[in-house]
Structures are given as C-alpha cells and as structure tokens.
C-alpha cells in the first residue's frame, strides 16, 4: 500500500517562500508522475505541478516562474519550492503519486499566505 507523508506546510507572508516536501512509500516499483495539487476553500481542486520520472515539468498557469518542482528518485521524495507567494496560492496542498496507473493522495498541509 503506497503512503505519501508531506511536510513543509505553514503561514507565510507574502513575497515569502516555502518548501513543500512528499515522501512515497510501498511497493517495489518505481513512481512515475509525482506532484502537487491544491484546493482553496469553496474552489475546486487544482492541479500546482507534476513531474514524471525523467524529469519532465508541468505547471499550472498562476504558478510558473514562482515554483520549481523537482523529485529525488532515490527516495522517492517530490519537493515544491514556492517563492514570491501571494495570498491567493492559500490553500491546501496535495502530494500525489501515480504508479502502474493508480493515483495515491497525501493527506495534505495547509499553505496560509498573510497580505
């Protein structure tokens, strides 16, 4: 059974940064996509970043040029850099990771940007 521990949530100021980590658990086979999702209260879930295996990027629109996504394959651990944060990227942050074609979600950490 595949378990995804985050870490790295909190309250920030905006212009701040935050380092959201995602460790994955279980199994013998390699994650392919590993990312973030988010969900601000009242709105939908969202898709933040992703990263497959060998390495290749997806951001969301309102998020490029301020987070970096990267993973450490040998641990298995998916990071989010967030800088220049607004009170708008409020919200709950979601690790998922994706292997064999099934999608596990963490239980996510909340990400409180103060104006």
């Known amino acids: 059974q595949v378990q995804l521990v985050e870490s790295g949530g909190g309250l920030v100021q905006a212009g701040g940064s935050l380092r959201l980590s995602c460790a994955a658990s279980?199994?013998?086979?390699?994650?392919?996509?590993m990312g973030w999702y988010r969900q601000a209260l009242g709105k939908e879930r969202e898709l933040v970043a992703a990263?497959?295996?060998?390495?290749?990027?997806n951001y969301a629109d309102s998020v490029k040029g301020r987070f970096t996504i990267s993973r450490d394959n040998a641990k298995n651990t998916v990071y989010l850099q967030m800088n220049s944060l607004k009170p708008e990227d409020t919200a709950v942050y979601y690790c998922i990771a994706e292997k064999r074609g099934i999608r596990s979600w963490g239980q996510g950490t909340q990400v409180t940007v103060s104006s």
């Open positions: 279980g199994g013998i086979f390699s994650f392919n996509a």
């Open positions: 990263i497959t295996y060998g390495g290749t990027t």
